[in-house]
């Protein structure tokens, strides 16, 4: 009442206050007690989801291979694990850095896990196309940790992998949503439990959080582009806003000319 502090109703024992007025509501314990006539929410802890077993994993699968229309299945092995395909939307605002001179990586190199980027320090950037799109052959093991250094690898991308992070799309009632999935996370179960329509579910790589990422790991070449990068948005948004609004200026301009030739 005095001192204005707010707090969620489940965090109300973790609170230690000196104000006066909260000190008169104080248990002996020091915590806030709740007002009468109020229900306070109980902290229940939620228990985790037990692991899906090997049959509730394959009668999922049988009915997420009866809903695909091309050749891209899930195949369950022996060992309990299961393999398929995602894409994956690259959704990149920023230039990426890759090895300078270096031509792409064939199948052969693919297959002999040959890492072209080594063969040379010299560097480049340049902006990957829009909205790319990369398929994917994973296992359930796979983790999003994993997928990001994958799609990098493909791409011969050599920037650290915690610039990037992999979200989940989803759309609902007219909406796009984009979540941010954890490091550990399975891209495949997420995938097998969405079914393989991408309207449901899609797959977005996209550049990190700016207060997740550790700038230390950046050099200083590249903390200057990315001061230069940022500067020159600044200046295309600054004349995208005075675009719009002189625009919007024009049209009342000749509004408010064929107003004043109407007679009356």
């Known amino acids: ?27 002996p314990e020091g915590t806030l007690l709740p007002a009468r ?6 902290t229940v802890e ?17 009915k997420y291979n009866a809903k695909v229309t091309n050749c891209l299945l899930m195949k369950l092995n022996d060992d309990g694990t299961y393999t398929g395909f995602i894409k994956v939307h690259l ?23 040959v890492n072209l980027a080594e063969m040379t320090d010299k560097r480049t950037s340049f902006y990957l196309p829009l909205d790319a799109i990369k ?18 690898k493909k791409f011969m991308v050599v920037d650290n992998p915690q610039k990037f992070a992999l979200f989940k799309e989803m759309r609902k009632d007219g909406q796009v949503l984009f979540q941010k999935l954890p490091l550990t996370e399975y891209p495949l179960y997420l995938r097998l439990l969405a079914g393989p329509d991408t309207d449901v579910l899609s ?11 550790e700038w230390d790991a950046f050099s200083i070449p590249e903390l200057q582009n990315f001061l230069m990068i940022l500067d020159k948005e600044e200046k295309e948004k600054i004349q995208q806003v005075h675009r719009k609004y ?13 107003a004043r030739s109407k007679p009356g």
Do not use: M, W
């Not at 006539?37 to 109980?42: D, E, F, R, S």
């Not at 300078?100 to 693919?110: F, L, M, N």
């Open 37 to 42: 006539g109020q229900n306070v929410a109980q």
């Open 135 to 152: 398929q994917l052959h994973i296992s359930s093991t796979t983790t999003v940790s994993e997928v990001i250094q994958g799609l990098l």
């Open 91 to 113: 959704k990149l605002r920023r230039p990426v850095t890759v090895p300078a001179g270096i031509r792409p990586q064939s199948i052969y190199d693919a297959l002999k896990d």
């Open 46 to 62: 939620e228990e985790k989801p037990e692991p899906p077993t090997v049959q509730e994993i394959k009668q999922k699968i049988e």
């Open 203 to 213: 797959f977005v790589l996209k550049e990190n959080e700016t207060g997740e990422v």
């Open 246 to 258: 002189e625009r919007f200026k024009q049209r009342l301009q000749q509004t408010l000319k064929e």
């Open 1 to 27: 009442a005095d001192c204005r502090y707010t707090c969620h109703q489940e965090c109300r024992s973790l609170i230690q206050l000196d104000c006066r007025r909260c000190q008169s509501q104080l248990s």
